[in-house]
């Protein structure tokens, strides 16, 4: 099993609407939790973290993490197509200093 | 501000030849590290360095190897280039939790 799995889509969703990305991780002492966006031939860039559970937001967007189901999911509100791009999710383990393992990304064409 | 700066942006080996990509952040933090991306595959770490002085394997070292020259800078070398190591390579770099990438380098094996 991989340790940060997402779908890799391709998911497309109209302008204006909400965007769901969804990741899930299989180690129970992941402790904090990234979402990266990423536009093509370019690098990542963060965009939200989370270290609890619940939501946080951030303008148009929402992470939500579930510790007990091992989930974390980002909302993209009113998408625009400036949205389009790949979503990277990332889990950092307590107490690791390899820092970041990542999922393979989920690939986002918001359509005008 | 040049946060983490790669380099080469772009690069060609034939089988066998070796080279090294170059690292270097301005941000005064004390861990890089070297990532690969093949499509599909997301990032997968090859090297990290928590501080100046150490270096550790990460998912996939095999095929190369690392110097930490002083804290601003972060090397990966590949001895002998094969085909399988065709792939985009990121270096970021972290002070706590959040990682900067630098603007990658795409090496082709041919």
Partial sequence: ?112 | NAGVTQTPKFQVLKTGQSMTLQCAQDMNHNSMYWYRQDPGMGLRLIYYSASEGTTDKGEVPNGYNVSRLNKREFSLRLESAAPSQTSVYFCASSWGSEAFFGQGTRLTVV
């Fill in chain 1, 1 to 112: 099993q991989k340790e940060v799995e997402q779908n890799s889509g391709p998911l497309s969703v109209p302008e204006g609407a909400i965007a769901s990305l969804n990741c899930t991780y299989s180690d129970r002492g992941s402790q904090s939790f990234f979402w990266y966006r990423q536009y093509s031939g370019k690098s990542p860039e963060l965009i939200m973290f989370i270290y609890s559970n619940g939501d946080k937001e951030d303008g148009r967007f929402t992470a939500q993490l579930n510790k007990a189901s091992q989930y974390v999911s980002l909302l993209i509100r009113d998408s625009q197509p400036s949205d389009s791009a790949t979503y990277l999710c990332a889990v950092k383990v307590r107490g690791s200093a390899r820092q970041l393992t990542f999922g393979s990304g989920t690939q986002l064409t918001v359509l005008p």
